[in-house]
T-cell receptor, first 114, second 114 residues
Framework: NAGVMQNPRHLVRRRGQEARLRCSPM?????VYWYRQLPEEGLKFMVY????????ESGMPKERFSAEFPKEGPSILRIQQVVRGDSAAYFC????????????FGNGTRLTVT | KQEVTQIPAALSVPEGENLVLNCSFT??????LQWFRQDPGKGLTSLLL?????REQTSGRLNASLDKSSGRSTLYIAASQPGDSATYLC?????????????FGEGTQLTVNP
């Protein structure tokens, strides 16, 4: 049973470009979470999705950021017109339906904006 | 708003020592608490999950306790080894029925010296 898969592992974008980060949850997991870890800071919640639904996006900036978790395929975190302050590690986690289960994290995508 | 604090921020110990990492949270209305370790440049590995109704959980040399009423958890590591060197994060899950995010502390960076 493969873990949470994120790709790419490293992503370099110039200011103004778009960044697309992908996350495939563990098999059987229907809940996906995205977190951001800025250099020297803790993990901050961004968005929580279930299949085809955004449940809680209160941690995601209103502009330039969007997330989806389609019926088929991975969850996508999309950042438009990236700026240097977007440079961070972006982690995806998944869990099954029950809140009693632990979250399982991927290895993250490290975004560098030049 | 839930805030999670971890003390100390960094800890360096000789191999073989027993040690305690501390985590405190401001809102005691939590559903569960999870301890993770994060190795440099890697994702998070789940160590222990304690439900709000439980007092402690054990896995090998690790023991986590939870005192929900006082807003505290500890992670006890017995007979520490150099391979235990990592950043340890605690995270609490809210008790509300909707919105199941984890709120993380900033972590304790542990170094175990041979």
């Amino acid at each position: 049973n493969a873990g949470v898969m994120q790709n790419p592992r490293h992503l370099v974008r110039r200011r103004g470009q778009e960044a697309r980060l992908r996350c495939s949850p563990m098999k059987g997991h229907s809940h996906v979470y995205w977190y951001r870890q800025l250099p020297e800071e803790g993990l901050k919640f961004m968005v929580y999705l279930q299949k085809e639904n955004i449940i809680d996006e209160s941690g995601m900036p209103k502009e330039r950021f969007s997330a989806e978790f389609p019926k088929e395929g991975p969850s996508i975190l999309r950042i438009q017109q990236v700026v240097r302050g977007d440079s961070a590690a972006y982690f995806c986690a998944s869990s099954p339906l029950s809140r009693d289960s632990p979250l399982h994290f991927g290895n993250g995508t490290r975004l560098t904006v030049t | 708003k839930q805030e999670v604090t971890q003390i100390p921020a960094a800890l360096s110990v000789p191999e073989g020592e027993n040690l305690v990492l501390n985590c405190s949270f401001t809102d005691s209305a939590i559903y569960n608490l999870q301890w993770f370790r994060q190795d440099p440049g890697k994702g998070l590995t789940s160590l222990l999950l304690i439900q709000s109704s439980q007092r402690e959980q054990t896995s090998g040399r690790l023991n986590a306790s939870l005192d929900k009423s006082s807003g505290r958890s500890t992670l006890y590591i017995a007979a520490s080894q150099p391979g235990d060197s990592a950043t340890y994060l605690c995270a609490v899950r809210r008790g509300e029925t909707s919105g199941s995010r984890l709120t993380f502390g900033e972590g304790t960076q542990l170094t175990v010296n041979p």
